[in-house]
C-alpha cells in the first residue's frame, strides 16, 4: 500500500464523516480518489479555485459544482475552501497543499453534519501529504 493509500485509509478511519477523498498534485493533476467520488471532470474548477488568491475584501469563486451537485462556498482561505449544498446533498472540504498552495486533498463530507465538524481532522491530514504531492 502507498503512502497516500494509508492516509487516505487513517483519514476515513479516523473521521467517519469523510464518506469521499481526493487528492490533487502540485501540478494540478489528479493523483488518486475513493472509488466512490469521480472528481476528474471537475477538476478544472477545482484547480481554479485554489488558483484565485483572493485579496481583502474579494469574493472570489462563489459556488462549485463537483459530480452535478453545486456547493456554496462559504469560507474561501489559504488553509481551507469550504462548499455546502444548501439543499442537503452534502459539503466539500479543500485544503491546499502546501497552505495556498496548488496541491489538495479534496473531502466530501456526510451531509447530516456540519463541515466544521470535520474540518479539524481533515487539514491535519492535508499537512502529511506536503512532502509526498
Avoid at 30 to 56: C, F, G, P, V
Avoid at 99 to 115: E, F, M, R
Wanted: charged share 20%; net charge negative; hydrophobic share 40%.
Amino acid at each position: 500500500m502507498s503512502n497516500l493509500e494509508s492516509i487516505i485509509d487513517n483519514l476515513l478511519d479516523k473521521e467517519q464523516n469523510v464518506h469521499g477523498v481526493a487528492i490533487i498534485g502540485k501540478d494540478g493533476q489528479l493523483i488518486t480518489q475513493t472509488e466512490n467520488w469521480n472528481i476528474a471532470n471537475d477538476l478544472s474548477l477545482i484547480n481554479k479555485l485554489l488558483q484565485t488568491h483572493l485579496k481583502l475584501g474579494e469574493k472570489g469563486i462563489s459556488s462549485i459544482e463537483i459530480q452535478g451537485i453545486k456547493y456554496m462556498i462559504v469560507e474561501n482561505t489559504e488553509e481551507r475552501k469550504i462548499g455546502t449544498n444548501i439543499t442537503g446533498k452534502g459539503h466539500l472540504i479543500i485544503c491546499p497543499v502546501p497552505i495556498g498552495g496548488t496541491g489538495a486533498l479534496v473531502c466530501y463530507i456526510n451531509p447530516q453534519i456540519s463541515p466544521r465538524d470535520a474540518l479539524f481532522t481533515v487539514q491535519e491530514f492535508a499537512k502529511e501529504l506536503d512532502n509526498i504531492i
